[in-house]
């Protein structure tokens, strides 16, 4: 429906509501917690860029954010004192349930708004509007949510209320208070039908195609709404949660719909979605990362450092070998099989990740590494892997590609200077250079 | 084996045992209900003939139902002085168990009988006979299942007694004491492994080639026997109970294996076998529903009305704006949204009940409705989705036929005639009718 | 890295710990139980071979066993006096949670260890060593895991004490005290990320390139490391106890990454990873195997015996009619069923194994009955069914293959000479030769 009588003013009240979680009020746990330190951080320019390619929702409790990333984009939220947020604190949240039992795990619900908006992508620019109780026909309240992109909107009714909105360039994503989600086209078109949560929203995300949702019940799920699949389903929280205190401090869904927990103990969770299973991709609190030493190894430029789901959730304290110099007593070997083991771990989390650019990054920092150390068995394991069968055989394993979607022998060939520079390895540089050529003359 | 001793008689008997659940005994929660009417309604001509599509499982308390619906077929039952209900009733039933904490979900389970029998295919013509306890041999009890296909039989024995029984014209299925699923080729041949369920049966149905077990704690199941798949593997009923009172009151299985859940609050939910999760298909308690007034967009032959799982589950009370009259004083735009909104949650149903013609009949009636209302935004994108990409491209996601088998650009040449009668639209209707002729002869 | 400084010694200390679980100690049920009995069976040169092709865990609780067997290689255990498991019974395991509530299912986990080792393939020749609490860094205390392959030698450190380790020819797996699950290549290199188990380890399999995890919390999970895809997801083995004394007597991953669980009721039951479903596939205390007579279709030969997985788990129990003689009393039909749906029990338990040598194996004998017994009825259905369409059809959904790998047809030429012997059925042999001649000229 072409509704032009009343446009949707992009600015007028940005509600925080989306981004604010749990208000601590007495009686109910926060469940989220946050550090402006780790907000300025994220919006340093590298990452800005490519936060582009995150959804991110950054929850602060009893803070305000001076910048609201959504969608990838950084909007600023003008302070005009926000009569809103105080009719937030008085009201009584939807929040958790009563003390839960030890063994329940709950996270806290958005409270319900009478009206809010917010912008969900900048390029196109697509801002959601979203008014509850609009009108009520037959007894029944309806409740409207309002699109505009590119100027044009677009509006559809819903029969409940609407707790959580959530968007990027391509779909819009509502959660009701009767626990149904629904998911739009930017263009208006419902794409999914009405899906029925277990338990009330807890976080609501959109990047690209795809769709996630963390429900009260602690439970994760995420569809791709194009191929209308379940990527993600109902995977609960509990596994990687280890005691009661832990709360969640972060959730993001990456563009490949990869979604990452980041918890209050400094540990951060991403969902495999081939191995179905929770995978630990960053620990504040682990040793291994601090002492691992691969400053020699790091890329020349240094404007051409890492960024990426990995790298927002590690942040910058991965500092190579911050501690590694106080660990001058600890022996070569064991500071060399500490270095090793970190960096084969941030292989095996950018391919879970499905973050292309940072495990090259990671690669060619672990190929120099394994160079630097004379480390040529795992060199001669690592060509042998990248290179894969010379002769196709059918009973052949090997797969051309890695899963985040690289050419195995294509990032060989970037490995392959690397190695050549050693003339330690200049036997073993040949032996490959030359297998590679006779594959691409074949 | 053929024996021909003794042929199954196929009237002999029909036990209502398969239809019939839970006979409300003291303290034990009658968790099926339903009604005479809906009853009545469902053996209207229309339906019946779309009813050989459904397999249906109508539950009644307290009723003696006079049509028996299993397969697809209309089977009546003979009121013969029916001594076994009597022995049913008067037995105490295996039923749910004690009164449940709130939080448990229990259904109940068939009582344990004797003997039964049932038809479940009628072209061609199936039948069924249960013998519980059948013979001892070494210590242990046989139960034995015979079946009559086109006059053959074949019978095999089981280790445990049958507590229910189903089948189509393709597969059988039995659902015994020691809660393994036994499933059959209506030839006799097993099919499927013993499958050990976690709880009893509650109910259990073969549509095609599938079979759906509910079990007493409340989860569903579907295989495909033929493929030897799991399509929905042990999916709690609990997300779509909303209280403690509420009871199943209906359970299908379509042909495509899309399974249905009605509900005594009149909600009925399928379970969308992509997307992993509970969708509501039909709400008898819903405003929109009702307010939705589309009559002017009908097909003009009444004979060619929507039939198929969604009109079965939503009942005939789906008279397009039954309260529409009722509305005058209701804005029009309000109107407008409600019933656009209607629609494209009947597309989205149709879609993932996976019911073709059920899809293109609304697609048909929701196009009528965008062209009354002038709304050319919506027609552009109903048109541009449904025409796909001109030139092909590799990034390109779009899939030349929707999730229902049926191809989009079919579906733009019956569309765009509906578009073409309105003079307002004619270039619309030119510019797609144009770009499928390219596409045509390219 | 290559360290040379100190090479693991192969036979120097092969610990029990993998495979001896929960030593009975007061107050802590016993969850795995095993009989000599069984493991001498098991050592028979037949099964021996069959079971290089088995990766098994024999658990034995207060008993020395003889050999030890993982990887399928047999592997001498030299009795020493060996101190170490003195120390094991006297520490306090760490075993099940205090006594669970009735509901609540748990399996007991191994002890911490200082260190241990053990040979997880023959040939290759790989033994792994693990050394926990090899070093303490900034705090931290690491464990070391080392790998000795065909002579070549390498190490990781992991963060966390090794709480049981597996391996093949392929992977070596490791579970840590944090409930982390690492994953190597015998090569060492880190396949996959580190999984989060949500209990601690109570068993792990590594078989071909598959994981096999069961839990504390009786959950069972089959990674393909390869592939890097789940094939069996927190399984809960619920399902299959029958009651608060039943214990996992034995737990399997076969080659083709099949799990199988025995309990110590005589059921066991392997789990479908298309099903997705528990089956049953042995049980000890089942009247039809043992009432089943096929004396008279056994293959000639008794050398080439089934032996595979279905062979293993069912144990020379399988005597084809042992108590067979006892019925002489029983009606002859009533024998012929029995032993009708115990062989085609066979038959789907075998293709639920992907064992394709005793599906061949079973089939073979049903088709030697059927014929016995004249059977006409099934043996065409068998026939049909082995050789499909004769003429491709679209609408054609019958496979080639079956889900063993084996060729539908090819089972069929081994069948038919079967039929053949018997001069009852010529006509059908002379049928179906003809049309595989048919085909095979197309």
Sequence with gaps: MLTSASKIEPMKALDSRFTERSKATPGIPSAISSTDAKAKEDTSSDSEDKMAAINKNLAFAKRKPELLLDGGEVVEKRKKGRPRKDKMAASVPQAAAPPPAAAVLRLPTPSLQK?????????????LE?????????GSKLSQLRCSRDGRDWNTLLPSSVLAAAGSS???AVACDDRMLSVFSCSGRRLLPAIQLAT??????????????LTAGATLSVWDAQRQKALVKNESLQTIFSGAETTVSL??????????????NGKSFCFSLSLETWTLIADKGDSLVQCADFRSCLPSQDAAASSGPLAVVQGRNLNAGRLASRLSSTPHHLQQS????????????ALTLQSAQEYRYWLLIYARFLVNEGSEHRLRELCKELLGPVHKSAASSWQPATLVGLH?????????PVIGENLRFQRLFTEYQDQLELLRTK
Tied chains: 1, 2, 3.
């Design 408 to 416: 195995k022998r294509e990032l060989l060939r970037e490995v392959l």
């Design 200 to 213: 009330p929203v807890s976080a609501l995300h959109c990047s690209a195609h795809f769709v996630m949702v």
């Design 251 to 264: 959730s993001l869904l990456t563009q490949q719909g990869v979604p990452i927990i980041g918890l209050s």
């Design 130 to 138: 979203v008014e509850n109780d609009v009108s009520v026909v037959a």
């Design 170 to 172: 391509d779909v819009l």
């Design 338 to 349: 500490m270095t090793l083991a970190f960096l084969e771990n941030q292989l095996a989390s």
């Design 115 to 127: 009206t809010f908006s917010l912008q969900v992508s900048m390029d196109p620019s697509v801002f």
